[in-house]
C-alpha cells in the first residue's frame, strides 16, 4: 500500500504544472522545505548506522518517511488551491 501511494504521490508531483507550484510552495513555505531536507538527511543516516537505535531504528525510518510524505502532501495541497485562486 506505500508502494502504492508512493507511486501516485510520484506521478501527480511529476507532472509539469503541479511541479511547478509545488516549487513554488516550497519558495513560499521555506521551513516546511528545510523540514523534508533535514528529516531525508536522518534516514539516510539512519539507514546506513550499523547499530538499531535500542529497537527504535525501524519505527523512526517508517516514521520519517510518513513525516516526508504528509509534508510532502501538505504542499501539494497549497499547491492545488493556489492553483483554483
Known amino acids: 500500500m506505500r508502494f502504492i501511494s508512493g507511486l501516485v504521490l510520484g506521478v501527480v508531483l511529476s507532472m509539469g504544472a503541479v511541479t511547478l507550484y ?20 536522518a534516514r539516510n543516516y539512519l539507514e546506513s ?3 538499531d537505535f535500542g529497537g527504535h ?5 517508517r516514521a520519517t518517511d510518513d513525516a ?3 509534508l510532502r502532501l501538505a504542499l501539494a495541497y497549497r499547491a492545488r488551491e493556489d492553483r483554483r485562486h
Open 22 to 41: 509545488a516549487q513554488n510552495e516550497r519558495a513560499m513555505h521555506p521551513r516546511i522545505a528545510a523540514a523534508i531536507e533535514a528529516l531525508r538527511d
Open 49 to 51: 548506522a550499523p547499530h
Open 68 to 70: 516526508i510524505r504528509q
Open 57 to 61: 531504528k525501524a519505527a523512526a525510518i
